[in-house]
Each structure stands twice: as structure tokens, then as C-alpha cells.
């Protein structure tokens, strides 16, 4: 049997492991371009995402399949607007699929527990109660005087979203 170049038969565990290194550094090198390819930066227009967003304020986003997501309540989403197609929201996600949520004295509970958003998100005189149904989620604008959103269009079908905010610049 001839030596194979360190002097170990072919096939062994050192041999293994050069083909696992070179296999994952290929595949490395083949997905970089995709994992790049999935941020996007956009400006923010109008005050609805105020005081956490600011309009002209540039963000970036990570744009992914929707089953690549992991997304959590209080995340802020990009997504294509329901009611108005081309353009796409900022928004923060405050309803998953079958949450029960109830707005009341200037609070929103999700499944019974307070969900903290920053202060002026919900409006003290809204009473609303809903259930998210599912393949779909509820999102809303950090001031919720000014925001278009769940609050008045409804439920987003997940097929709206886009990706999840990743940076806001300065």
C-alpha cells in the first residue's frame, strides 16, 4: 500500500478530518456571499417608530426567508405593507400566531402578561381585544398617536415579512 503524503494510509482519522475542514471551509466560502446578500440598509420615514426610530434615521436589516426568522415579541420588523403595496413598514412585533392580546389603560398584555413597549405606544383610552390568528402576526409603531398599523389594518399575513431590524445608525 503506498504512504499517502504524511505517511498514513489513506482513509484514516487524520485523513477524515482534512476532508471535513476542506469540506466546511467550501462551504463557508460558497454561503458568504448569501449571508452578505441578506442585509439591506433603508431610511426611516415618518415618526411612527418615535422615540426608537427617527424619521431620515438609516437602519439596517437583515431580509430572510420567514422560516429563517427567529423572531420574538418586541423585535422590530420589516414588512411589506398589507394595505398599500410597495411600501414597507417599520414596526414592533408585539403578536405572534394564537396570542391573545388585549389593549387597556395604556397597556397591552399578550397571554395575560404585560408586554413592555416604550411609553406612548398605547394609547390610555384604547380598549381592544383580539386573537392573532395564525400565519399571521400583529405589529405596532413605538408612538402609537401617529402609527399606521395592526391597530388599524389588522393582522399581517407572515408572508409580508421581510426581515428583522439589526442596527439603527445615529
Known amino acids: 500500500m503506498p504512504d499517502s503524503p504524511i505517511g498514513r494510509p489513506p482513509g484514516t482519522r487524520l485523513g477524515l478530518l482534512n476532508h ?3 469540506a466546511g471551509s467550501l462551504l463557508l466560502f460558497l454561503s458568504a456571499p448569501l449571508l452578505l ?3 439591506r440598509v433603508a ?3 415618518g415618526a411612527s417608530m ?3 426610530l427617527h424619521d431620515g434615521q438609516t437602519v439596517c436589516y437583515q431580509a ?3 422560516s429563517l426568522l427567529m423572531l420574538g415579541r418586541g423585535d422590530l420588523v420589516v414588512f411589506d405593507s398589507p394595505m398599500d403595496p410597495g411600501h414597507r413598514y417599520v414596526k414592533r412585533l408585539v403578536g405572534l400566531p394564537g396570542d391573545e392580546l388585549r389593549f387597556e389603560y395604556g397597556l397591552l398584555r399578550v397571554n ?4 413592555g413597549l416604550p411609553e406612548g405606544a398605547v394609547d ?3 380598549v381592544l381585544s383580539t386573537r392573532v390568528p395564525e400565519g399571521c402576526f400583529f405589529a405596532l409603531g413605538d ?4 402609527s399606521y398599523d395592526s391597530r388599524r389594518f389588522g393582522a399581517v399575513p407572515l408572508d409580508h415579512l421581510v426581515g428583522r431590524l439589526i442596527y439603527a445608525l445615529p
Open 50 to 52: 418615535e422615540p426608537t
Open 64 to 66: 430572510l426567508p420567514n
Open 37 to 39: 446578500a441578506t442585509y
Open 20 to 22: 471535513a475542514r476542506r
Open 43 to 45: 431610511p426611516v420615514q
Open 112 to 115: 395575560g402578561l404585560a408586554l
Open 124 to 126: 390610555s383610552a384604547l
Open 143 to 146: 408612538h402609537g398617536a401617529v
